[in-house]
């Protein structure tokens, strides 16, 4: 497994931008897919976006999609979230997440992807 930390959380208001970053413990070149979810309470942890080994693919939720870019930086071991035109309903606590081990055919909206999960990093839009 490899150990993430996210960073960059905080309060802003509608409309403003945020970006998330995760360190990983690990050359992330050697991790496969990479994500990001997000959980309010009383609910379910959502998918938000996920990006392949290479960089090359993006995932989105759909309500994020146009809004939300993810990318990944193999050479700084670091995944990022850039959050624009931040909704009042994208608050949440937000978790990096990593399949350090391949899992062939699953899902990048999938929980069942990833073997390693940050703690998370709280961010509130206000109105």
């Known amino acids: 497994q490899v150990q993430l930390v996210e960073s960059g959380g905080g309060l802003v208001q509608a409309g403003d931008s945020l970006r998330l970053s995760c360190a990983a413990s690990?050359?992330?070149?050697?991790?496969?897919?990479m994500g990001w979810f997000r959980q309010t309470p009383g609910k379910e942890r959502e998918f938000v976006a996920g990006?392949?080994?290479?960089?090359?693919?993006?995932y989105y939720a759909d309500s994020v999609k146009g809004r939300f870019t993810i990318s990944r930086d193999n050479a700084k071991n670091t995944v990022a979230l850039q959050m624009n035109s931040l909704k009042p309903e994208d608050t949440a606590v937000y978790y990096c997440?990593?399949?350090?081990?391949?899992?062939?055919?699953?899902?990048?909206?999938?929980?069942?992807?990833?073997?390693?999960w940050g703690q998370g990093t709280q961010v509130t839009v206000s109105s």
């Open positions: 997440a990593a399949e350090s081990r391949l899992r062939v055919g699953e899902s990048y909206s999938g929980e069942q992807k990833y073997d390693s």
């Open positions: 690990t050359r992330t070149s050697s991790v496969y897919g």
């Open positions: 990006i392949s080994r290479g960089g090359g693919n993006t």
